[in-house]
């Protein structure tokens, strides 16, 4: 059975994981800063005839690439820099004070 993930809820996927890892480290000794993340899918982009006729990005399942034809897929890859949203200073996993992720993408709309 395949699962379609749009592009955008993969990516909110890893930046989920992020804010759990660092409120997980709350008070440990040891905190990591969180480099730049690579990411790299292969996709399949599909017009949406509702809602406006939409071209959204489907992150592909890993084996089903043989299953479809070659040209309707396209390879993707990224670099995200990982930013505190309250400071601007780089993510970190791991601090000594209680969580804080109300900053961290949660509500803000794209600019």
Not at 26 to 38: K, L, N, Q
Not at 53 to 81: C, I, M, N, P, Y
Request: aromatic share 6%; proline share 2%.
């Amino acid at each position: 059975m395949t699962t379609d993930i749009e592009l955008a809820d993969a990516i909110e996927s890893v930046r989920d994981q992020l804010v759990e890892a660092a409120s997980r480290a709350t008070g440990r000794a040891v905190a990591f800063e969180v480099g730049d993340i690579e990411m790299e899918f292969t996709i399949e982009l599909r017009k949406e005839v509702k809602g406006g006729g939409k071209v959204k990005a489907w992150v592909v399942e890993a084996g089903a690439d043989a299953t479809r034809a070659r040209g309707e897929t396209h390879r993707v890859s990224f670099t995200l820099k990982p930013r505190n949203a309250a400071t601007g200073g780089a993510w970190l996993v791991g601090n000594d004070d209680a969580a804080d992720v109300s900053g961290f993408g949660g509500g803000h709309e794209p600019r």
